[in-house]
């Protein structure tokens, strides 16, 4: 029952106060939360403004550094935890738990993982405002095996000091964002220890049609990691040396959107680890897609990425002379590979002049590459 609060005060709730405000899309209510810590089962905003509100003083609950009230998800997952149709949602200065317990909570049954989304956003003229948020998840040795934040085309998106703290995928970023006609400005936000256990994505990933506007300004990705687990027996042939890197993946949809569209500046990636790429990969269905993308005044760091490719099946290796007789099972295939950048397009190099300005590596060489 999504009205269920304590047993003395049962609609002492977020869900049942979001659900009762006398609210519409153009006359919002924001609810301010005492300090403490709140156990919500789902909160649904249909076509309405809701603002929710912590005290932003730092304290201790269970030993979690909390920014205001902290607000923990009891559903496991089960359901989308914050779902948002059409409508307006603001967060500040709050710390938000994603619930990645067990299914079952008497045991650590996985078989049957929950995929849904902790943030929806739904619908193509919806709006959501973060600041001054922490996301954290509630068991640090269980994986996440969806998207934090998704959202839908159209959703315009806004945050401003937000942090993302020690969060471990399976194979799904932390955000993804549908970028087409909308605005998405991403400021003062921190990417801390996200791990993305198979090397399919990184932390953020960006799907961009023709037009909108992608900004992300003052940002920061501190010792993430997408794949390079060899020993993980999840981990299939075809992952080691793909495509990707562990801070972000900006996948490009049309053969030539607007230019200069996804902007990413006064940023730094630092001690990523991915795999031909260490932060970045750039995806495009032509060589001229990768003008929308711009960095200005961005600062890289000790990246790296383990650009080893194991070929897939036993007869490929065979082929490629690392397995048999007289070999070395280990010897990988070394592949084109950039520490900071890969673009994962041909013909790209006359396109990437004017994309970097202002901008350092302390990376190793190669710091930029592209797929020949």
């Known amino acids: 029952d999504i009205l269920a609060g304590s047993q003395g005060s049962p609609f002492r709730t977020i869900a049942y106060a979001v659900q009762t405000a006398p609210t519409s899309r153009d006359q919002g209510t924001t609810l301010s939360l005492a300090d403490g810590s709140y156990s919500e089962k789902s909160i649904f905003i249909l076509g309405r403004t809701i603002g929710i509100q912590g005290s932003g003083i730092y304290y201790k609950i269970n030993a979690t550094r909390s920014i205001g009230a902290l ?48 943030i929806h956003l739904y619908g193509n003229a919806g709006e959501v405002n973060i600041s001054g948020c922490k996301f954290v998840q509630h068991n640090p040795l269980l994986l996440i095996y969806s998207e934090v934040i998704y959202s839908e085309k159209g959703t315009q998106i806004t945050f401003n000091d937000v942090s993302f703290d020690s969060l471990i995928e399976e194979k799904y970023p932390v955000i993804n964002f549908l970028c087409d006609r909308n605005p998405v400005l991403i400021q003062n936000t921190r990417f801390n220890n996200i791990v993305i256990q198979r090397a399919t994505v990184g932390a ?105 490719h194991f070929p897939s099946n036993r007869e490929q290796m065979l082929a490629a002379g690392i397995w048999g007789p007289n070999s070395d099972k280990s010897v990988p295939k070394q592949q084109v590979h950039g520490h900071d950048v890969f673009v994962d397009a041909t013909g790209v190099q006359q396109y990437l002049v004017g994309r970097f300005t202002r901008c350092v590596s302390y990376s190793a060489s190669p710091q930029i590459a592209w797929r020949n």
């Open 204 to 308: 953020v990933r960006i799907d961009y049609w023709q037009t909108g506007s992608v900004s992300f300004d003052g940002c920061s990705w501190n010792w993430g990691s997408a794949g390079a687990y060899y020993s993980n027996p999840q981990y299939t042939y075809d992952e080691k040396g793909s495509a990707i890197g562990a801070a972000m993946l900006v996948q490009l949809h049309n053969l030539n959107p607007d230019t200069n569209t996804i902007e990413i500046k006064n940023s730094l990636f630092n001690s990523n680890h991915g795999e031909n790429s260490g932060a970045i990969t750039i995806k495009g269905p032509s060589p001229e897609s990768v003008q929308a993308v711009t960095f200005n005044t961005v600062r890289f760091e000790n990246n790296y990425c383990f650009f080893e």
């Open 71 to 118: 607000v923990t998800q009891t559903n496991t997952l089960r359901e989308v935890f914050i779902s948002v149709y059409n409508g307006v949602l603001s967060l500040s200065t709050v710390t938000l738990t994603v619930n990645n317990d067990p299914l079952d909570p008497l045991g650590v049954d996985l078989t049957n993982p929950s995929q849904h989304h902790f």
